[in-house]
């Protein structure tokens, strides 16, 4: 059976730490999307397609992931796409509470034999997140390291514009 696994999240901006989740991902399945979620309750510094593009430029160097995005519930998105894995990458307890609250709730409306499959990221990785990355940069910190060279690129070029 082919795998199809799904890792999603808002990615805005896409840190190293969920870089280590799907390149580990991407060698455990035979097709990985990176889905991107556009969350009405955050104001994102990119918009949705940028971040698409930012994304996909980063991950490029992985020929079996792809980037995708989609609003709503992250069960209509993979029932109606057919995956069969949902990635869920963890830093610490605190997002296993989180995550595992989501999952059992996702296990409800997911069609049948979807898995959820909970990754930890690398521990040099652990204390990175993306709202943190954002505030960091945004008050002049060096956040090189923390997120894909590309990526820096393009939060260099928005502080300037």
């Known amino acids: 059976m082919q795998t199809k696994a799904i890792y999603t999240g808002s990615f805005d ?6 870089m280590n989740i799907i390149t580990r991902a991407a060698r455990l399945y035979d097709e990985l999307t990176v889905g991107i979620i556009s969350n009405p309750s955050k104001i994102p ?15 490029s160097f992985l020929p ?20 069969n894995v949902v990635i869920r990458g963890l ?3 605190t997002d296993f509470e989180y995550e595992l609250q989501m999952a059992q709730m996702n296990a409800r409306l997911f069609n049948e034999h979807v898995e959820t499959v909970f990754l930890m990221t690398d521990p040099q990785y ?17 956040i090189k390291g923390l997120v ?10 928005a502080l300037i514009t």
């Open 91 to 93: 830093r610490g307890g």
């Open 126 to 142: 652990s204390f990175i997140s993306s709202s943190v990355v954002k505030e960091v940069h945004a008050l002049g910190g060096n």
């Open 148 to 157: 894909p060279d590309a990526i820096l690129k393009k939060m260099d070029e």
């Open 45 to 59: 510094q990119f918009p949705i397609e940028e971040r698409e593009e930012m994304i996909a430029e980063a991950l």
């Open 13 to 18: 901006p896409l840190t190293n730490g969920h």
């Open 64 to 83: 079996n992931v792809k980037v995708d995005h989609f609003s709503g519930l992250l069960a209509d998105f993979v029932n109606q796409n057919g995956f």
